[in-house]
């Protein structure tokens, strides 16, 4: 009995070893990928570059006999695949190391290419399978150390003819005593833990991500009403100079900020909002029933308080969708109440002053669209708040499910215990786009231009100072509503040196903006921006 113990069960377990390699390889990439760059599946990217290099007649020998499960069969000769050459590169890495891991990291180096040779895929996309392969051969190298040191402990205690007192690593095995019990607990643990870990993590981020990619699907094939009202933008609503943001941020461009560390994917035909609370009654409402209330368009300029004095969290869109105060009229709500709190699929919350979601003359909506297509994922698809005025942390709940009526004492939002207000109207600012802060701009007549919002009330004026010059009123855009950002300009005849070039904002109510600094938290930031330009 005693030769079974002679090397040949170890190929057995350098097998194994290598194929949970291989797994944490896979599960790794399959993460990561997840995280920031979908498409960088390796198991897909070669699926797919086997598809394509495959010679015709395969194919069609393929769809003959496997029918509508040929993608099916291919992902399972795939995953065999995967585990054949990953056990030999185990075998590999016990008897000539480090071939295992040579194999392992060409494995790696060939899914890389097929990822990165992929139609649409982004920059990072390489990432995925490089942290893979470091990790499977991180854990290749590991398990076949200790899969070394227990068959050298094994070889000890054969050659040793003394027998000795029972150490506390000591077990019988196959009716022999032998002291390799530590060296093979050692080695199955780490063979448990890394194996578990990479079928737990591969499983479910392979599956998040189909689902993920079948709601993509789901929205593509949207076709939302068209709306009963357009936004009118005005004549001279958008100046034409290079280096100032856009009227309508382009949504790829457009800021986005959550706590959600894989986005949401919600089915639109199972998504339900529900209002509660300190409301005459529940209403339960799908998101058929949202668009027949009728879709406007509104145009509104969205802000996160964590957006620094000339930062970039701040971006304008077209939004499709209903006001709140219609939604909240439908459950109807009791006296008493001062907030609604409104809570995402993934748990955040945050609360909104009821008074700003009825009140007539604020577009306080349920968006549904944004500039001209159903909400993409990573903005609250399918239905999301947008509150004029107020940070969206406090009022721009994404992937909605709930509005629930209460009080500000009663309920807290995500946000609260955490060091900002509950309640956080936007502090009107202005802000430079170009010469961007500390460029070089040769000298001559150059357009100073940037943006200015104050949501809910309207910018009345932009000034913008030179040095310690007069401040100077710049040209503004014609505004589209109060709701959304304007454009300003002023052309600056640029003299050699250094300058300083401010700006700061006067409102509609004839406020001028805060000059003092604050920080963002707890309500956001102030101060008037200052930027450095250097003049050739
Ligand atoms: N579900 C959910 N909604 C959320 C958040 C969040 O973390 N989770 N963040 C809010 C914050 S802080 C801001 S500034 C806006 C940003 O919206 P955007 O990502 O579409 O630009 O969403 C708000 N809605
Ligand atoms: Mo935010």
């Not at 007192?165 to 000591?170: E, Q, T």
Request: negative net charge; aromatic residues 8%; proline residues 6%.
């Amino acid at each position: 009995m005693a030769q079974r113990s002679s090397g040949k069960r170890f190929f057995v377990w350098a097998a194994l070893a290598g194929v949970i390699g291989g797994g944490v390889f896979l599960a790794t990439a399959e993460l990561f990928a997840l995280l920031f760059a979908r498409a960088a599946s390796p198991i897909l990217a070669v699926g797919g570059f086997v598809i394509d290099i495959v010679p015709q007649p395969f194919k069609e020998f393929a769809i003959a006999t496997f029918g509508e499960y040929d993608k099916i069969a291919l992902l399972a000769g795939l995953g065999l695949a995967v585990v054949i050459a990953s056990a030999i590169a185990g075998i590999l890495q016990l008897v000539r190391p480090p071939l295992g891991v040579i194999a392992l990291v060409i494995a790696g180096v060939l899914s890389t290419v097929a990822i990165v040779t992929r139609a649409a895929v982004t920059p990072l996309a390489f990432v995925p399978p490089v942290l893979g392969t470091i990790a499977g051969s991180f854990i290749l190298v590991l398990l076949i150390r200790r899969l070394r040191a227990w068959r050298a402990s094994v070889v000890a205690v054969r050659t040793d003819d003394t027998t000795e007192a029972p150490s506390a690593d000591v077990e019988p095995v196959d009716g022999a005593t032998v002291r390799p019990g530590f060296d093979r607990r050692r080695f199955f643990m780490l063979t448990a833990v890394a194996g578990a870990s990479a079928l737990i993590v591969g499983i479910t981020a392979r599956t998040v991500s189909m689902a993920v990619s079948s709601v993509e699907a789901i929205r593509g094939a949207l076709k939302l009403p068209s709306p009963k009202s357009k936004v009118v933008v005005p004549e001279g609503a958008e100046l034409d100079i290079p280096g100032l943001s856009k009227l309508f941020t382009p949504n790829k461009d457009f800021y986005r900020v959550d706590t959600a560390l894989t986005v949401p994917s919600i089915d639109p035909e199972t998504w339900r909002l529900v209002i509660d609370g300190m409301v005459d009654k529940r209403v339960e409402m799908s998101f058929q029933d949202i668009l027949d209330m009728g879709l406007d368009e509104y145009a509104i300029t969205l802000t996160c308080v964590s957006n620094e004095v000339g930062g970039e969290l701040v971006g304008t869109a077209k939004w499709l969708g209903v006001p709140l105060r219609d939604v909240l009229k439908k459950a109807g709500v009791k006296s008493g109440a001062d907030m609604v709190l409104s809570r995402s699929v993934d748990g955040y919350t945050a609360s909104t002053p009821l008074s700003a979601l009825t009140d007539d003359n604020l577009d306080a909506i349920l968006a549904v669209a944004m500039n001209g297509e159903p909400l993409p994922l990573e903005h609250g698809f399918p239905v999301r708040m947008v509150v004029p005025g107020l940070y969206g942390y406090v009022s721009a709940t994404k992937w909605l499910t709930e509005l629930k009526v209460t009080t500000f004492a009663d309920d807290e939002a995500y946000w609260t215990p955490r060091g900002y207000s509950a309640e956080a109207p936007i502090k009107f600012a202005s802000r430079v786009d170009t010469p961007k802060l500390g460029a070089a701009v040769d000298a001559g007549k150059i357009p100073i231009a940037g943006v200015a919002w104050a949501q809910s009330v309207g910018i009345e004026r932009v000034e913008v100072r030179i040095d310690d010059g007069d401040w100077v009123p710049a040209t503004l855009s014609a505004p589209i509503n109060d709701d959304t950002w304007v454009q300003w300009f002023m052309e600056w005849d640029a003299t050699p040196g250094t300058h300083y070039v401010a700006v700061r904002a006067v409102n509609k109510n004839g406020d001028l903006q805060i000059e003092e600094r604050a920080p963002i938290a707890p309500n956001g930031s102030s101060g008037w921006q200052r930027s450095l330009i250097r003049v050739t």
